[in-house]
């Protein structure tokens, strides 16, 4: 029986801790419009001692009422729906078993070996929604970030996403910021870093499939309007251009189109960069980005390279003189003193100066500085030294974004400043940027602080007792985009599930400290170990083969044995043969 009214089942003044319903035998069948609604079904037997019974509940639908009966027919059958749980089963346990790691923190374990891939591809890139934002939209630089993380279990995914994501690039080089399928209507901004992360994710692609024939793949353009001066964004639904280019001619145009620069050398920062919500730092066209330097500069190192091996010696001419030139002017307009400053206004004002009142730091710039490349070695080390100052509160367990909050004393950032003080972007942890803080951290050689600071931001960690528990509020085993940092809020997690932090957290622990890395049919092991830890385990799978690593803290260079032989290189040549394999990893010293 069923019942879609709601008192009906909880009862008058009644509550959901003990429901009317369970005291009915028969529910009423009642259902339709002007009821407080619910979707309740009952099925009530007698049974005995020695009694067993099934139950199978199907939830579904179909294009029209035959499909939905032959789907009903299909796995109302048990027998067909313990098939189908087998195949479910097998699907994600081909996926989230691919790399299973053992080390000294169990909380670290369990989220790599599961957890955070689940969370990925479940939420962020199958649904694309979640609790705090139902929205079912691809974004731009949001899923094409989410698959990066599949380089060992799903490379196949992030190949779908670079070409879906080439389709929406306008052909001025810009592209969609998000949109929805499948009619395709959806943002044109003037959001700075977008595209960039086309280019970004070819080289990355390329580097741990060595699948070149990707970059021969022809791809359409978008057509619109273009956006008036003044015009933050457009929602639309755009034209296709009958024009057609290789993927690596749309990875060309995205990155020549990032070469727009300000009086002090560095990139437009236009409507928002990676943090949307500083949109009104560079609307008028003047404002500048430090971080979007750091990263622009990154992405025309790794595609001048690719240019380079392809024989384009106009491109890689380019990059080379774009890069250089960007250095210099990192170099000599960035720097603050004490760290790397974010950015400059339309105005001119600094964004990210120990003479501000607000945002005196910024995260993202210090740990780019590092992660680019571009940094002075001296000045980053000191700007990781000032983000681990300013930035790191231990006590609650966080990685501020930036530091002290807007509050209305200063340049109008944007709509970061809406949210309140120590919330969100706005000065709380954005756990994305906490990430690539630690990233930073293991990329200069600062092991032990990088493990110490991904246990501080790790989700389990919240929660290890009640009081923890009730204090953040979320669930423990997914990342959050949020931790708040202002009272009576301070350790209160937010906006959990969807997060594009979910895979960068993934790629922290199983790219940046344990050091795995793909390259077509090869894997490298680069970790980053505590000195006084103990081996680490790891299972990798490829196909039928089972490949189970022993990682041991050694002197000199690093050496693999499999099944007890000495290889030549410091490389594991991977093969689907259907067996078991023991390797030991002596790591050099770090």
Not at 8 to 33: D, H, Q, W, Y
Not at 69 to 81: D, H
Not at 82 to 99: M, R
């Amino acid at each position: 029986s069923v019942t879609g009214d709601r008192r009906e089942f909880i009862g008058r003044n009644g509550s959901l801790a003990a429901p009317a319903v369970l005291k009915l035998r028969r529910l009423s069948g009642k259902t339709g419009a002007g009821l407080d609604p619910c979707g309740a079904v009952q099925s009530a037997i007698s049974m005995i001692d020695g009694d067993q019974r099934s139950f199978v509940f199907a939830l579904g639908l179909g294009q029209d009422a035959d499909e939905a009966e032959s789907l009903l027919r299909q796995y109302l059958n048990e027998e067909a729906l313990q098939h189908e749980l087998q195949q479910v089963d097998a699907h994600w346990d081909k996926i989230l078993n691919k790399v299973q790691i053992g080390t000294p923190h169990p909380a670290v374990n369990l989220l790599a070996n599961g957890w955070l891939l689940y969370q990925t591809l479940s939420c962020r890139i199958h649904a694309r929604s979640g609790y705090y934002q139902s929205g079912g939209a691809f974004g731009f630089r949001d899923q094409l970030q989410d698959t990066l993380a599949l380089t060992h279990a799903l490379p196949e995914r992030m190949r779908e996403q670079i070409l879906l994501c080439a389709s929406r690039q306008f052909v001025e080089g810009d592209v969609q910021h998000w949109w929805h399928p499948p009619q395709g209507n959806g943002v044109r901004t003037r959001c700075s870093d977008d595209y960039l992360w086309l280019p970004l994710a070819i080289c990355h692609y390329l580097d741990a499939t060595d699948d070149s024939s990707i970059l021969e793949e022809q791809v359409g353009y978008l057509e619109a309007r273009i956006l008036a001066p003044g015009e933050e964004s457009s929602y639309e639904q755009p034209g296709i251009s009958p024009e057609q280019e290789s993927l690596y001619l749309h990875g060309a145009r995205a990155l020549k189109h990032g070469l727009t620069f300000g009086e002090h050398g560095l990139p437009l920062m236009g409507a928002g960069d990676w943090n949307d919500g500083m949109n009104m730092v560079g609307l008028e066209g003047r404002g500048e980005s430090v971080w979007l330097g750091f990263f622009l500069f990154y992405i025309l190192q790794r595609y001048g390279k690719l240019a380079t091996h392809r024989g384009d010696l106009e491109l890689a001419e380019l990059c080379r003189e774009e890069a250089e030139k960007l250095r210099a002017n990192l170099h000599n307009n960035a720097w603050d003193g004490e760290w790397y400053r974010r950015g400059y206004f339309d105005s001119g004002e600094p964004l990210g100066s120990h003479q501000a009142a607000e945002c005196r730091i910024d995260a993202i710039a210090q740990s780019w500085s590092i992660l680019s490349g571009a940094g002075d070695k001296d000045r980053s080390a000191q700007a990781m030294q000032s983000l681990d100052k300013h930035l790191v509160d231990d006590q609650a367990g966080i990685i501020k974004l930036l530091t002290p909050p807007f509050d209305g004393n200063g340049p109008n950032p944007g709509y970061i400043r809406g949210y309140l003080p120590g919330v969100r972007e706005n000065g709380g942890q954005y756990t994305h940027g906490a990430v690539w803080a630690v990233m930073a951290f293991a990329e200069m050689g600062n092991i032990e602080r990088a493990w110490e600071l991904m246990a501080l931001i790790n989700p389990i960690n919240h929660s290890l007792d009640s009081t923890a528990a009730e204090r953040y509020k979320v669930e423990p085993y997914v990342a959050t985009a949020d931790i708040y940092a202002v009272a009576p809020h301070v350790g209160r997690g937010g906006w959990s599930w969807y997060t594009g932090s979910a895979g960068w957290m993934y790629r922290l622990i199983v790219e940046s400290l344990l050091g795995l890395k793909r390259h077509g049919n090869t894997l490298s092991i680069h970790t980053r170990l505590p000195a006084d830890w103990p081996p680490v385990t790891l299972t990798y799978r490829e196909g039928e083969s089972e490949y189970h690593f022993t990682l041991r803290q050694g002197e000199g260079e690093t050496q693999v044995f499999i099944d007890g032989v000495l290889q030549q290189e410091a490389v594991i040549t991977l093969a689907d043969e259907g067996k078991t394999y023991q390797v030991e990893v002596i790591l050099g010293k770090q």
